[in-house]
């Protein structure tokens, strides 16, 4: 099916003496005629014009265009793409080298933190037990104080100071 313009979009069709009838709707390609595309300034395109021009002069560039510095989208990352696919087979194991040290090094990184925040959390439930078992300590020593327990047999029943046992 033909439109006015730079795209053409095909789908599967039967033609008949009646016309054509679609066969399959989920099937569609979609060509570009890129020689239609006639930007000179890509920056003042529009998305889908920038787009064409780049696929179009993608072989032309040594490196990213100056219009697409500083950018983080598509086109910018077509563009890196394409960097990656000029590289010399040995620069590109390099590359990919460098980058499954950074995801190790990344991942090595999380296993740390999950591990510090573990220990963090241990130590947290240890200091909450012991502040536990003080303050029960504590609580039975003024219990058996209140009952007329002598402050020698507290100390030896709770482990207190003669000292805390009298505080209390």
């Keep these: 099916k033909n439109k006015p313009g730079h ?24 060509f570009v005629e890129l020689p239609k595309f006639a930007v000179t300034d890509p920056a003042l395109a529009s998305a889908k014009e920038s787009l064409m021009y780049l696929i179009g002069h993608l072989g032309e560039f040594e490196t990213k265009p100056e219009w697409l510095q500083g950018r983080n989208d598509i086109l910018s990352e077509l563009c890196e793409a394409a960097e990656f696919g000029r590289l010399s087979q040995k620069e590109k194991e390099n590359y990919l080298m460098s980058e499954q040290d950074e995801i190790q090094w990344m991942n090595t990184l999380e296993d740390e933190k999950l591990e510090a925040r573990e220990e963090g959390l241990a130590e947290g439930r240890a200091e909450g037990r012991a502040e536990g078992r003080a303050e029960g300590k504590a609580e039975d020593a003024k219990n058996l104080k209140a009952l007329g327990v002598d402050v020698d047999i507290i100390c030896k029943a709770t482990g207190l100071s003669k000292e805390d046992v009298l505080s209390l």
């Design 7 to 30: 795209f053409t979009k095909c789908g599967l069709c039967d033609l008949t003496a009646e016309g054509r009838n679609q066969i399959y709707d989920k099937y569609l390609q979609f």
